[in-house]
């Protein structure tokens, strides 16, 4: 991830990262990254491992970017315990997130500054969070928070390479339009040696993201669009056929979103 993040940087896109929970979903994002010739970002969360169990998933996504013509980072997204971001890096995922974000500010960066110790053992890239980006990833109640420049900072300061910023983002889908926190990511820049990362992509509009992104934002997630169409294209009882609907489902989400993040023809 940490490459991937460094040439988005020097070509001033977003690398879009996928939530997969699924092998359709894995086929996909897989195939519009390589008919976008695009390097990209699979992940899953650890709120969704007790429907997808890490130790099934997680072969089949490093296995889909081994085969892949393009560059594909596997990811731990939202990792909340040590014990699941151990056994990520054992499995061989390329980076992990480390949420701290709803601990003291103190306790995010001790549990933060443990993550990148284990990480920097596999070569893994760290990806931390700072404010926090409203709801939980399966859509639980959080009150979204604004990121602290000062904090953001000192998160920086541990060696991570990404840092999800609360800038009034949450996750699932918005009720009313987000109010967008612009003049943080104005204020970071040039401050972080940590790509900024944009959580709760799924509802913002293209000239939101256009704008994000030339403000610096690296590495943009989407999920709740992912799962919606799958879950939409299904119908009927012929499995097979909605195997194949729910990848091309997701193939297309991600086409679309690859291009407004700049990603086509990067790989
Ligand atoms: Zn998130």
């Known amino acids: ?33 390589e008919a976008c010739r695009a390097p990209i970002i699979m992940q ?26 393009v560059p594909v980072a596997v990811h731990l997204d939202h990792g909340k315990t040590l014990g699941c971001v151990r ?9 992990v997130m480390c949420d701290g974000s709803d601990l003291p500010i103190g306790d995010n960066l001790s549990l933060t500054a443990e993550v990148v110790k284990l990480a920097k053992a596999s070569g893994a890239a760290v990806e931390a969070e700072v404010g926090r980006v409203g709801k939980s990833e399966e859509g639980g109640e959080a009150e979204e ?25 949450a996750h699932g889908l918005y009720a009313a339009a987000p109010k967008l926190r612009y003049d943080v990511l104005e204020q970071l820049h ?10 709760g992509g799924s509802g913002l509009s293209d000239e939101q993201f256009r704008k994000l992104i030339a403000l610096g934002m690296r590495k943009v997630n ?27 489902a997701v193939c297309a989400v991600v086409t679309r979103y690859i291009r407004l993040f700049g990603g086509e023809g990067r790989a």
């Open 1 to 33: 991830m940490r490459d991937l993040l460094r040439d988005a940087e020097a070509g001033g896109y977003a690398v879009g990262a996928f939530s997969v929970a699924n092998m359709e979903c894995i086929r996909g994002v897989l195939a519009a990254a």
């Open 44 to 69: 899953i969360a650890e709120s969704r491992l007790p429907h997808s169990p890490l130790y099934l998933i997680a072969p089949m996504m490093l296995a889909a970017a081994r085969h892949a013509s």
């Open 87 to 95: 056994e990520a890096l054992e499995l061989g995922f390329t980076s």
């Open 145 to 169: 928070k604004i990121a602290s420049i000062d904090d953001c900072v000192r998160m920086d300061g541990l060696g991570i390479d990404a840092l999800a910023v609360g800038i009034g983002n």
């Open 190 to 199: 040039g401050r972080l040696h940590a790509s900024p990362v944009l959580h």
């Open 222 to 248: 989407i999920a709740t669009d992912i799962f919606m169409a799958q879950a939409g294209a299904c119908e009927g009882t012929d499995i097979f056929k909605n195997i194949r609907r729910s990848s091309d």
